[in-house]
């Protein structure tokens, strides 16, 4: 029996790493042959990909911005390769890259389009009146593409699943899918650390709409309360191609000053929740963070904001849920949780309860797959 090839076309390689490499291991176990179109930022990624016995297409640019001409040459080379890899499905991630993908499978021979929507991005939070134009126009455009009964859709949460549903696809066509997964065996429940000060961990990149601001206003407050016993860790890197990312130099100034201590991109994410008490996250809006699945898995208590994405991750047993955008509730919260170390082990417990029963790989996997198919 000839194998299915399924393709996946994500914007990095080392996106597709930390967040679908579970999925195509499960779907090569199927009987899937995998090729993966991405960005090469580092050939050790790539690299990794192919080591799992997946084909590597590298895109010739990276997706970023408004422009007409490089958007244009990005839609064209994805039509090439899917009419070269002539795959029986597709599965691509993000709002710009479903956007972009689905104009090339339009264009192209394909069959069948899986399209995850990981949360709407900047074009959800942004203020700027040129983006609101580009979000309606979006929106309006996916009306148009998603008709056709050969795309399917998937969102990671309910609020947004709610915000879809009957806007630009058929509910038919619509599923509601909780997050990327996360490999439960690989994250295992981690002892909280003997160090007397509070560690309290932000794993993301480096984003302004991720509630970076917020929360080194958070320390700062912090500060000023006289309280030493708490310290912020930011890890991850800036992603300059995202108009809302953190330059390298406000990083190191804000460490610089002492109220935070960057520790840029770590692979080793399992020692990272190790050496921390609490998870934070306050940002502004996620599809469903998996950084916070990670944490979650590795019995750590969180804290973060009550919007869509986030607020999925609280069950009112296992961390707190903060206003957006809101610093002194943000600090307020941390003092508190730092101060009760002793409901750190209770509410991580519960985190890994949650983890394994509604996020593992092996939850989501299966229900990514019956989508496949």
Same mark, same amino acid.
């Given at each position: 029996?000839?194998?299915?090839?399924?393709?996946?076309?994500?914007?990095?390689?080392?996106?597709?790493?930390?967040?679908?490499?579970?999925?195509?291991?499960?779907?090569?176990?199927?009987? =899937?042959?995998?090729?993966?179109?991405? =960005? +090469?930022?580092?050939?050790?990624?790539?690299?990794?990909?192919?080591? %799992?016995?997946?084909?590597?297409?590298?895109?010739?640019?990276?997706? %970023?911005?408004?422009?007409?001409?490089?958007?244009?040459?990005?839609?064209?080379? *994805?039509?090439?390769?899917?009419?070269?890899?002539? $795959?029986?499905?597709?599965?691509?991630?993000?709002?710009?890259?479903?956007?972009?993908?689905?104009?090339?499978?339009?264009?192209?021979?394909?069959?069948?389009?899986?399209?995850?929507?990981?949360?709407?991005?900047?074009?959800? *939070?942004?203020?700027?009146?040129?983006?609101?134009?580009?979000?309606?126009?979006?929106?309006?455009?996916?009306?148009?593409?998603?008709?056709?009964?050969?795309?399917?859709?998937?969102?990671?949460?309910?609020?947004? =699943?709610?915000?879809?549903?009957?806007?630009?696809?058929? %509910?038919?066509?619509?599923?509601?899918?909780?997050?990327?997964?996360?490999?439960?065996?690989?994250?295992?429940?981690? $002892?909280? $650390?003997?160090?007397?000060?509070?560690?309290? *961990?932000?794993?993301?990149?480096?984003?302004?709409?991720?509630?970076?601001? +917020?929360?080194?206003?958070?320390?700062?407050?912090?500060?000023?309360?006289?309280?030493?016993?708490?310290?912020?860790?930011?890890?991850?890197?800036?992603?300059?191609?995202?108009?809302?990312?953190?330059?390298?130099?406000?990083?190191?100034?804000?460490?610089?000053?002492?109220?935070?201590?960057?520790?840029?991109?770590?692979?080793?994410?399992?020692?990272?929740?190790?050496?921390?008490?609490?998870?934070?996250? $306050?940002? =502004?809006?996620?599809?469903?963070?998996?950084?916070?699945? +990670?944490?979650?898995?590795?019995?750590?208590?969180?804290? *973060?904001?009550?919007?869509?994405?986030?607020?999925?991750?609280?069950?009112?047993?296992?961390?707190?849920?903060?206003?957006?955008?809101?610093?002194?509730?943000?600090?307020?919260?941390?003092?508190?949780?730092?101060?009760?170390?002793?409901?750190?082990?209770?509410?991580?417990?519960?985190?890994?309860?949650?983890?394994?029963?509604?996020?593992?790989?092996?939850?989501?996997?299966?229900?990514?797959? +019956?989508?496949? %198919?």
């Amino acid at each position: 029996m000839t194998k299915q090839i399924l393709l996946y076309i994500i914007s990095d390689d080392n996106y597709f790493l930390s967040h679908r490499l579970g999925l195509a291991k499960a779907a090569q176990t199927d009987g =899937y042959d995998v090729t993966v179109l991405a =960005y +090469e930022n580092d050939p050790k990624f790539t690299d990794k990909i192919k080591s %799992h016995g997946f084909s590597f297409v590298k895109f010739n640019q990276r997706a %970023h911005g408004l422009g007409l001409i490089d958007n244009v040459k990005l839609i064209w080379q *994805t039509r090439q390769v899917i009419n070269l890899v002539r $795959p029986d499905l597709i599965h691509t991630v993000s709002m710009r890259m479903m956007f972009l993908t689905t104009i090339a499978f339009w264009l192209s021979k394909s069959k069948r389009m899986v399209a995850t929507l990981t949360g709407m991005g900047y074009l959800e *939070t942004a203020s700027n009146p040129m983006i609101r134009v580009v979000k309606w126009f979006v929106t309006k455009a996916f009306k148009l593409m998603f008709y056709t009964k050969r795309i399917h859709l998937v969102v990671q949460n309910h609020d947004d =699943y709610q915000a879809v549903k009957g806007k630009f696809i058929n %509910h038919s066509r619509l599923h509601l899918v909780l997050g990327s997964g996360v490999d439960v065996d690989a994250f295992p429940l981690l $002892p909280l $650390p003997d160090d007397k000060t509070t560690q309290v *961990t932000f794993v993301a990149r480096m984003l302004k709409d991720k509630g970076l601001q +917020e929360l080194v206003d958070a320390a700062e407050i912090i500060r000023k309360q006289g309280v030493e016993n708490i310290q912020i860790n930011l890890v991850g890197m800036p992603h300059v191609v995202n108009p809302f990312s953190v330059s390298e130099k406000q990083l190191k100034l804000w460490q610089d000053q002492g109220l935070v201590k960057w520790h840029d991109f770590r692979s080793d994410i399992i020692t990272v929740w190790q050496e921390s008490h609490i998870a934070v996250l $306050p940002s =502004y809006r996620e599809g469903l963070p998996k950084s916070l699945l +990670e944490a979650a898995s590795c019995g750590r208590a969180i804290i *973060t904001t009550d919007v869509p994405g986030c607020r999925e991750m609280i069950n009112g047993k296992n961390g707190v849920l903060v206003p957006v955008q809101n610093p002194k509730a943000l600090a307020q919260a941390i003092i508190e949780m730092s101060n009760d170390k002793g409901s750190l082990k209770a509410m991580g417990l519960e985190s890994r309860k949650m983890a394994v029963e509604k996020f593992a790989d092996d939850v989501v996997n299966k229900q990514m797959l +019956e989508i496949y %198919h």
